[in-house]
């Protein structure tokens, strides 16, 4: 069988989606949850050099929530 296809995210696709989730008053299913303490955790771990007010915000967000 050949390879799944793979979901792929620009980084800035990825931090929005992750602030959005972070930001959002719905509750979060535990499937969700999980989804989003992984993406949290890559963008912890590939920051870009690029350090603009967005993701300076989000980065406090992202201390927060793990």
Do not use: W
Request: proline share 2%; glycine share 6%; hydrophobic share 30%.
């Amino acid at each position: 069988m050949g390879t799944p296809d793979r979901l792929e995210l620009t980084e800035d696709e990825a931090y929005s989606l992750l602030s959005l989730c972070l930001t959002s008053e719905l509750g979060l299913d535990a499937q969700s949850e999980r989804a989003v303490r992984k993406l949290a955790e890559f963008c912890k771990a590939h920051r870009n050099s690029k350090n603009d007010h967005r993701r300076s915000n989000l980065s406090e967000l992202i201390q927060g929530a793990g």
